[in-house]
């Protein structure tokens, strides 16, 4: 089956090449993840937050992470500083329930099922769109608590080049180069990266033995680089090609005597091509395929690298049929293939996953509707159904409530179905996917001076895949479906613009509850909040933003016998427009230098930045 999976979309291709279309109609900013099709954010009814390039670059950080934290129903902890293993935790479902795409195409580890979000390089992104709340009647497999996508750098046209130097504290260094032009029919663009920093020692305050411990700093460097090719026949057809390579170093500190100099090496490559044309005023066909890869190398003693890679082919098929206005009607097919290799001998080392999905948006009056069904087949157990209807009713005053129900499934990852047995465990491959059902209602007010939304959402996911000693053996560990998961919880926004002030904030509480135990899933503060105030100043060109992060404490563990305290940091971004070409930027982040922590290993926390200070020049030219 693996040969014909890239045949189909360049045959598919290679059709549209003759034929005629119907120029595209240049649009509005639009959000396309939540429905796969583009759409207005006022219009959206899924709970969707938006970054823009904008957005990320008055954050002016190098961390993905620190970017996430604190957006509405998301959670965020990681292992110490830049490129120490982090986790996204959308609405408190599991850090494997997130679906992330990039450019379209998944990413991420098929043997341990999540996203290394500290090897992304914020240099590379134009924007990320996250969508709250189960996606599986799109996208499939994970997409339980939500999907994030992320899109680099974009194609525009005529002349753009942006540079950026800069450097901080823990000897941190970060240098760019982006350039992107082209006509209007045809454009590209090409964007390099690199960061580097000396880091510090992500265990300086543990009152670990000094075994345990290592007393060096934990560094960390990154180079990328991204490409993107467009161009737009005679006949209507755009065909855009994409190319993204992340290689990353990172220091961490071990929990064993054995490691006495440990890093991690890894690679994130995608590659892909995608046609889009209208054959009719009323039917927009895309075909799209593409290579994605996630390879990871531990370094601990000479003899003893762990080597896991994952190799991923994708190809899909989406048509568009717009009946009449506010009414359209999808139907695709999706084809996905994973393939792992690396120092562990896996019993099954690839499968498949093929999939039929149908949406239909509708809109009649003040009300709007979205109903979604997707057939899947997974190679290792058959077949699964999920699906989503959401409602929304516009009320007088441009108020609208909402309405939501939705169901979604996480397959098991190659390390919960076949990790090599050994004295201390195994996989098992009787495994069932977790399965959730999820519904949420909601009120809001979009595109006013004073935007704001309130939401309240349940999800309750059964079959939790969790590691257990076995009853003859307790050193022995394999996976089982015992886990059930009750969440509930309210995530409430707002942003306003005053005079010269911007104001934004975002609330979230939820009750994450393991229901096999009645205690709180591990990982998850049931109380965020994060409120940002920025101001533009009258007489100079510059930019001033603080921004105040607050979460509860959590557990950091399943039985709940290990308590990380809750935090409060406060961190401090500037710009100052030199000329029109040059501008400066200033950010201090964890500004009262706060000692904290969001994650532990077993009792030992690994401590969160101190005060991080990063001063970098940025020169654009525009024709």
Do not use: C
């Not at 990681?78 to 379209?104: E, I, K, W």
């Not at 525009?156 to 982006?178: K, P, Q």
């Not at 992500?202 to 460097?221: E, M, T, W």
């Not at 999920?386 to 397959?411: D, P, Q």
């Amino acid at each position: 089956m693996k040969k014909y999976s890239m045949a189909i979309p360049l045959l598919l291709l290679s059709v549209l090449w003759g034929a005629p279309f119907v120029s595209a109609t240049e649009l509005d900013p639009v959000i396309v993840t939540a429905t796969r099709t583009p759409r207005a954010p006022a219009n959206t009814l899924a709970p969707v937050t938006v970054l823009t390039r904008l957005d990320i670059e008055k954050a002016q950080t190098d961390n993905v992470p620190e970017l996430l934290a604190g957006l509405p129903g998301i959670d965020v902890t990681q292992n110490g500083g830049p490129g120490t293993t982090a986790n996204v935790y959308m609405r408190g479902t599991n850090s494997g329930h997130v679906l992330v795409l990039v450019n379209g195409r998944k990413m991420g580890s098929a043997t341990l099922g999540t996203f290394p979000w500290e090897n992304l390089p914020v240099s590379q992104i134009e924007r990320i769109e996250i969508v709250r709340g189960p996606r599986s009647a799109l996208y499939g497999s994970e997409a339980i608590g939500g999907v994030v996508q992320i899109f680099t750098r974009e194609r525009l046209e005529g002349l753009n080049v942006d540079m950026e130097l800069g450097s901080g504290s823990w000897d941190s260094r970060r240098a760019a180069f982006a350039v992107s032009g082209g006509g209007k029919n045809t454009n590209a663009s090409f964007t390099l990266a690199h960061y580097q920093t000396h880091g510090y020692n992500v265990k300086q305050y543990s009152n670990a033995s000094s075994a345990l411990n290592d007393s060096d700093d934990d560094g960390h460097r990154n180079l990328s680089l991204s490409l993107k090719l467009g161009h737009t026949f005679a006949n209507g057809l755009l065909v855009e090609g994409d190319f993204f390579r992340a290689r990353t170093r990172s220091e961490f500190d071990a929990t064993s005597t054995l490691a006495t100099s440990d890093n991690t090496e890894s690679v994130q490559q995608s590659l892909g091509l995608k046609a889009t044309g209208a054959p009719s005023e009323r039917w927009k066909l895309t075909v799209t395929g593409g290579l994605s890869r996630d390879d990871s190398r531990n370094f601990t003693l000479k003899d003893l690298d762990d080597i896991f890679n994952t190799h991923r082919r994708s190809a899909s098929i989406q048509n568009d049929f717009r009946i009449t206005t506010g009414h359209t009607f999808t139907l695709g097919a999706d084809y996905l293939e994973e393939q792992i290799s690396g120092t562990s001998a896996y019993d099954v080392s690839e499968r498949y996953d093929r999939a039929l999905f149908t949406q239909y948006q509708g809109s009649y009056g003040r009300t709007d509707w979205v109903a979604g069904l997707r057939a899947g087949e997974n190679e290792q157990f058959g077949d699964h159904l999920t699906g989503n209807l959401e409602f929304g009713h516009r009320l007088s005053g441009g108020m609208r409530i909402l309405a939501g129900y939705g169901t979604a499934f996480k397959a098991p990852t190659f390390n919960d179905l076949y990790y090599p047995a050994t004295a201390y465990g195994a996989g098992n491959p009787d495994l069932q996917p977790e399965e959730s059902k999820s519904w949420e209602v909601g009120l809001e007010n979009r595109g006013n001076d004073f935007d704001w939304s309130a939401r309240a959402f349940h999800t309750r996911i059964k079959g939790l895949i969790d590691w257990t000693p076995s009853a003859n053996n307790p050193w022995f560990w394999t996976p089982t479906n015992v886990g059930r998961a009750l969440i509930r919880g309210v995530e409430i926004e707002a942003n306003t613009t005053i005079g010269r002030f911007d104001l934004g904030g975002a609330f979230t509480w939820m009750d994450p509850e393991n229901e096999t135990d009645r205690t709180l899933l591990a990982r998850r503060a049931r109380t965020t909040f994060k409120g940002s105030l920025g101001y533009r100043f009258a007489r100079i060109p510059a930019h001033l933003t603080g921004t105040l992060l607050l979460q509860s404490a959590r557990y950091n563990d399943a039985k709940n016998e290990h308590r990380v305290p809750g935090y409060g940091i406060v961190n401090l971004a500037a710009t100052y427009d030199i000329s029109d070409a040059w501008e400066a930027r200033l950010v201090a982040n964890n500004l009262f230098d706060r000692r904290y922590k969001t994650a532990m290993a077993t009792a030992t926390p690994y401590d969160a930045p101190g005060r991080y200070v990063f001063l970098s020049l940025i020169w654009r030219y525009s024709r």
